[in-house]
């Protein structure tokens, strides 16, 4: 199975980041580019990839053992970035400035505990971000990114998510397998 940690994103962010999506749509009205749903959106984490299903208690146990005594993290919306870059973007999303720190505290923790696991990680390095789109032809042109207004709101992330992926030809589907409550 696939799996992913992420922070899922508060409903009012939420809000916010659609109208920026629509924004993005409305000086693209032809771009070949896949959007995102919003009712997907979060924050990953950690992407583990295939993991056996024998390995769903040791990972569990991990982030738990990571998260003790740990503060919900504030962050902020710190606009857009492009995978790998924005004039040739595969991905296009919000970049997040992490406020306190917390959130690269906690990546850190769950990852060192997950190693310490032997539990497999992904090397990339951690840019939290929430994707907007991507792109399926190399050669389009996004239009407009520095026209549109991006909010300074932070917000918390008051939970952490285990969740499983699975790929579908109408895009990926996330179940819940365990959500982590994160202190104030």
């Known amino acids: 199975m696939r799996l992913f940690i992420a922070f899922p994103l508060p409903p009012v962010i939420s809000t916010e980041v659609e109208r920026i999506q629509r924004e993005i749509q409305r000086f693209n009205p032809r771009a070949l580019v896949r959007w995102t749903d919003p009712s997907v959106w979060h924050v990953t984490l950690l992407f583990l990839g295939e993991v ?107 939970q952490l998510v285990l969740y499983r992926s699975s790929l579908t030809a109408n895009g990926p589907v996330y179940q819940e397998i365990v959500t982590y409550s994160l202190g104030q």
Not at 104 to 124: A, G, P
């Open 52 to 158: 056996e299903e024998g390995s769903v208690s040791v990972i569990k146990e991990a982030i738990d053992e990571s998260l003790k005594g740990e503060l919900a993290p504030l962050v902020a919306l710190n606009g857009f970035v492009g995978f790998p870059n924005l004039l040739q973007p595969q991905v296009v999303g919000l970049s997040l400035k992490d406020i306190t720190g917390r959130a690269w505290v906690i990546q850190s923790n769950v990852k060192r505990r997950l190693l310490v696991k032997k539990i497999i990680l992904d090397e990339k390095k951690w840019q939290p971000h929430i994707t907007l789109l991507r792109v399926k032809d190399r050669i389009s042109n996004l239009k407009g990114l520095e026209e549109i207004s991006i909010p300074e709101l932070s917000f918390t992330f008051n």
